[in-house]
């Protein structure tokens, strides 16, 4: 039973029952109620905001997340390194590739720069970790630009190398006539006694005395422009344009073994020597030309003569004696 309380009544000096109300019974009902109902909604709202009362799938996302994070970090780390490579790659690049090719090397600045124009990373932006997917993305960015412009500089540095081997198979780089076959050496670039004038001149060739029919050799890879004797003096004569500028002459031949516009090796059998022409006794008259001017074919026989071979033939084709042509 609920208790039964009094209050006193002063006019009346006698104590008086207190008859409860229903409205504020009822008022202080929903007052606790509502009381309640408020205090639950902020428990709740305090449970799911708070880092201390994980549900399991708040657990699962919070678990993604630091994974991606930490992949991020790992794939951050690999560019770093892949940067680093192809930064040794691009110094090898400019530094001795374009170099030794004799072209210029690419701009640091061209191969860093940038992308220009809107922000290309716009819809990346926005989200807890914008900044880490954002600073990912310029890299790989980047990376895959530098990329592009190596692998393009790479294609020009094999052209550049086959045109290089090219150049090196066709200059003239060997002696006509072996050392083995040769008598002597006659006379050389330069000034020398003309055979039939005695008169000094200017002989614009090599001369490599040897027996008629003994081989004579393509000194580089070419095609034939001659083969005829349509040359004043020069007798049965071969021509080979080798390409890059350079054409050689090989005068006074016994007989032909190639014929114009035949393809030719270094190495090769063009002919035999001989005596044909304005010629004093059986030699090779050799030239090398090159862009229309006749140059010292001493300087090219590199490719077939050692280092000592090479000072004894010098001292002979110095030597101001006569020319046999």
């Known amino acids: ?44 709202v305090l449970l799911i905001n708070t880092p201390y009362f994980e549900t399991p799938k708040d657990k699962l996302l919070t678990g993604e997340l630091e994974s991606m994070k930490l992949n991020y970090k790992l794939l951050n780390r690999k560019m770093d390194l892949m940067t680093d490579v192809l930064s040794a790659i691009e110094q090898r690049d400019n530094n001795i590739y374009r170099i030794y ?20 990373y716009k819809d990346l932006e926005g989200f807890n970790n914008s900044e880490l997917v954002i600073n990912s993305n310029k890299k790989i960015d980047m990376l895959t630009k530098e990329l592009v412009i190596q692998s ?19 200059i003239p780089a060997i002696q006509p006539v072996k050392n083995e076959d040769l ?12 055979p039939f004038t005695k008169i000094r001149k200017f002989h614009y060739g090599m001369d490599f005395t040897a027996k008629s029919g003994t081989p004579v050799y393509a000194t580089g890879d070419g095609v034939v422009l001659k083969a005829d004797n349509s ?14 500028g350079y054409v050689t002459l090989y005068a006074h031949l016994s007989k032909y073994n190639c014929k114009r516009g035949q393809k030719v090796k270094r190495g090769d059998i063009i002919g035999y020597v001989g005596s044909t022409g304005r010629s004093e006794a059986p030699h090779l008259h050799y030239e090398v030309i090159k862009g229309k001017e006749k ?8 490719g077939s003569i050692s280092a ?16 046999l042509d």
């Open 295 to 302: 140059i010292n074919p001493l300087n090219f026989y590199y």
């Open 101 to 120: 090719f004799n072209t210029s090397p690419i701009p640091n600045e061209q191969r860093k720069e940038g992308f220009g124009g809107t922000n290309r």
């Open 1 to 44: 039973m609920s208790k039964v309380k009094y209050y006193y009544d002063s006019e009346n000096l006698a104590y008086k029952r207190i008859k409860p109300q229903k409205r504020k019974k009822f008022a202080y009902i929903f007052l606790f109620l509502l009381s309640s109902l408020l205090f639950g909604f902020l428990c709740i």
């Open 152 to 170: 393009k500089s790479l294609d020009e540095i094999v052209v550049l190398a086959k045109q290089k081997e090219k150049l090196l198979a066709a």
């Open 308 to 323: 000592q071979e090479y000072v004894e033939i010098t001292k002979l084709a110095n030597q101001e004696n006569q020319s």
């Open 183 to 194: 008598k002597r050496m006659a006379s050389g670039f330069g000034y020398r006694s003309d």
């Open 231 to 244: 040359l004043s003096g020069y007798g049965n004569h071969i021509e080979i344009n080798h390409g890059y």
